[in-house]
């Protein structure tokens, strides 16, 4: 399974950006995706998850109500469309696969993981 991450970049607060992952060698549909973030000196957090077919998702409590997850099953892509973007969220933004059947917070339900996109919002 190859996972492509893209659409970071520099935002001011208060600004916009949705994140895109493109995923290869797999069943993508079959599969419950995840975003995580690591900002530096600091660990690797849950952002949000979403259900094979999308019906459900989960949030961090410091996204809710600004980023929204959604994904595309025909063209194998899961993105983050992030609203009112604090400095707070400046990280590297990981998608991933989850292979596991746990709750989908923890990092290690995921077996594949993404190269990561850098995400800057200036104040």
């Known amino acids: 399974v190859q996972l492509q991450a893209s659409g970071g970049g520099l935002v001011q607060a208060g600004g916009s950006l949705r994140l895109s992952c493109a995923a290869s060698g797999h069943t993508f549909s079959r599969y419950r995706m995840g975003w995580f973030r690591q900002a530096p000196g600091k660990e690797r957090e849950f952002v949000a998850a979403i259900s094979w077919t999308g019906s459900i998702t989960d949030y961090a409590d410091s996204v809710k109500g600004r980023f929204t997850i959604s994904r595309d099953n025909a063209k194998n892509t899961v993105y983050l469309q992030m609203k009112s973007l604090k400095s707070e969220d400046t990280a590297v933004y990981y998608c991933?696969?989850?292979?596991?059947?746990?709750?989908?917070?923890?990092?290690?339900?995921?077996?594949?993981w993404g190269q990561g996109t850098q995400v800057t919002v200036s104040s």
């Open positions: 991933a696969l989850a292979t596991g059947w746990g709750t989908l917070a923890r990092s290690d339900e995921y077996g594949y």
